[in-house]
């Protein structure tokens, strides 16, 4: 290689050292990039703020992690796949949170439950009703999330989670069993186009809302592609604040508008987003259970 005789540009050397590290680490907070890279965090600001700008990294809502854009990777693993829904759904996320002022998730299908990926419960005015973290179980068919997922997703898809379902050894999964029932949840989800919690639900799994009771509310919209289903938003309110009927009322058109809005940007991108074979994932996902 001819060696060029000019100076190196030392601001560009920091910039692509900071990519670097944001794509070798899959997701990393300010604080671990100070101590990785030495640099300063005034200066990583600047440098965060200008990948931002050209589309090279963007910041998750839930731990104001930084990560890289999935636009940089060529090849899309089942991770990079959810990596996109993320990243397409974080800022619609922001945004409703913003007009709603209450929180929200985004999930994704682990065949016997829903996995939150991500919220805005931090940004949100009613930030004190927490909503994740990161890998928490979402029930599929007593939960707004679960139901809407499950009533719009792929027939062959349903069935598999419902025959999973039906040998789940969860208490909170023995719905499935009822077979009227999971046909009226499916009937009336879709008349509705969104998902409302059973109305024994209080947030728990597995446990009936007289035993545990988180106080709370959602309805829940699917995500949709065509027939393909990714995933599912919802937002969640306080009981004693609104009742069911008023905040569907003010609740359900921006949430339903929020899915459609994540529909159409990845509907937009250039490359497929459907997982191989179309298949459901059935990834292992950590412990924390219960349902938003």
Request: net charge positive; aromatic share 6%; with cysteine.
């Amino acid at each position: 290689m001819k060696e060029l005789h000019v100076k190196s540009i030392r601001s560009l050397a920091r910039g692509l050292t900071v990519l670097q590290i944001v794509q070798a680490s899959g997701a990393v907070t300010l604080h671990d990039l100070h101590r990785i890279s030495r640099i300063p965090k005034a200066s990583l600001l600047r440098i965060l703020k200008t990948l931002i700008e050209q589309g090279a990294v963007w910041q998750r809502i839930i731990d104001e992690a930084y990560v890289a854009s999935y636009s940089l990777s060529k090849l899309a693993t089942q991770k990079d796949v959810e990596g996109r829904l993320v990243e397409a759904a974080s800022p619609v996320l922001e945004s409703l949170s913003n007009t709603v002022k209450w929180p929200s998730i985004l999930a994704v299908p682990r065949l016997t439950h829903m996995e939150v990926l991500e919220t805005n419960a931090p940004r949100s005015y009613f930030h004190h009703i927490s909503l994740g973290p990161v890998g928490f179980k979402v029930n599929m068919l007593r939960s707004a999330t679960g139901r809407a997922f499950i009533a719009f997703c792929e027939e062959p898809v349903r069935q598999s989670i419902l025959d999973a379902l039906r040998c789940s050894e969860h208490e909170g999964d023995r719905l499935a069993a009822n077979d009227a029932a999971v046909r009226k949840i499916i009937g009336e989800t879709r008349a509705l186009g969104y998902g409302l919690r059973t109305h024994d639900f209080g947030g728990d799994f597995d446990q009936a809302r007289s035993v545990s009771d988180d106080g709370r509310e959602s309805i829940g919209v699917a995500i949709r592609l065509g027939r393909h289903v990714p995933g599912a938003i919802n937002v969640t309110w306080a009981r004693r604040v609104m009742s069911r009927e008023k905040a569907i009322e003010l609740l359900a058109a921006p949430v339903m508008k929020a899915a459609e809005e994540i529909s159409e940007k990845l509907m937009r991108s250039k490359e497929s987003f459907y997982c191989e074979n179309n298949r459901l994932c059935t990834l292992n996902a950590p412990l924390s259970r219960g349902g938003q």
